[in-house]
């Protein structure tokens, strides 16, 4: 079994900053992906930024220049650094870990961001 927890989130004003950390543990060989998806209120879920086991960073366009994805691979812990937050980053973040084995995404519960104007 594998557990994915987050920190918890928070309220910032707008032009703010926040950082989310996230962990994996269980039966875990390596982790292959970690990151992070987003959900506002009535919106899909979209991906915020994603880091692989070597390094490799992915950031949906809403972030770039403002947020930072890293990861700890000796802790399996991934973190988000997230800069100059606008109101229209509110929402639930989840993290997410992808092993090498099994290949499948396990989910944190979510944690509540929102940014004030």
């Known amino acids: 079994q594998v557990q994915v927890v987050e920190s918890v989130g928070g309220l910032v004003q707008a032009g703010g900053s926040l950082r989310l950390s996230c962990a994996a543990s269980?039966?875990?060989?390596?982790?292959?992906?970690m990151g992070w998806y987003r959900q506002a209120p009535g919106k899909q879920r979209e991906l915020v930024a994603s880091?692989?086991?070597?390094?490799?960073?992915t950031y949906a366009d809403s972030g770039k220049g403002r947020f930072t994805i890293s990861r700890d691979n000796a802790k399996n812990t991934v973190y988000l650094q997230m800069n100059s937050l606008k109101p229209e980053d509110t929402a639930v973040y989840y993290c997410?870990?992808?092993?090498?084995?099994?290949?499948?995404?396990?989910w944190g519960q979510g944690t509540q961001v929102t940014v004030s104007s």
């Open positions: 880091i692989t086991n070597g390094g490799t960073t």
């Open positions: 997410y870990a992808r092993p090498f084995l099994p290949n499948k995404d396990y």
């Open positions: 269980g039966s875990i060989f390596r982790i292959n992906i």
